[in-house]
């Protein structure tokens, strides 16, 4: 992905991010990747040269088994919301 079109992609993850944040949806980064960790510095690994994007580009959405259906259709809501553009920004 081009640098400019990248830059604009982490901005509205960011702004996803937050807006999801700010509806009290609990979203988190994911872990960081092994290979980034102190531990593994040392260690031998793979060509993965897209991980750090997609590290950048992810996040945890709640899960539970003790969501309901009512929570879970709260969350795809929000991102949809989000996505239709009714909240870019306002995070």
């Not at 690994?45 to 929570?71: F, G, Q, W």
Request: net charge positive; proline share 4%.
């Amino acid at each position: 992905m081009p640098q400019k079109r990248y830059r604009q992609f982490l901005l509205r993850f960011n702004c996803l991010f937050e807006y999801l944040l700010s509806r009290n949806i609990q979203v988190r980064p994911i872990w960081k990747p092994v290979h980034t960790l102190a531990m593994y510095r040392d260690c031998q690994a793979s060509k993965i040269e897209s991980t750090m994007d997609i590290y950048h580009a992810a996040i945890n959405l709640p899960c539970s088994v003790n969501l309901k259906d009512r929570d879970i259709k709260y969350v795809v809501e929000n991102i949809k919301d989000f996505f239709k553009g009714e909240h870019h920004g306002s995070a």
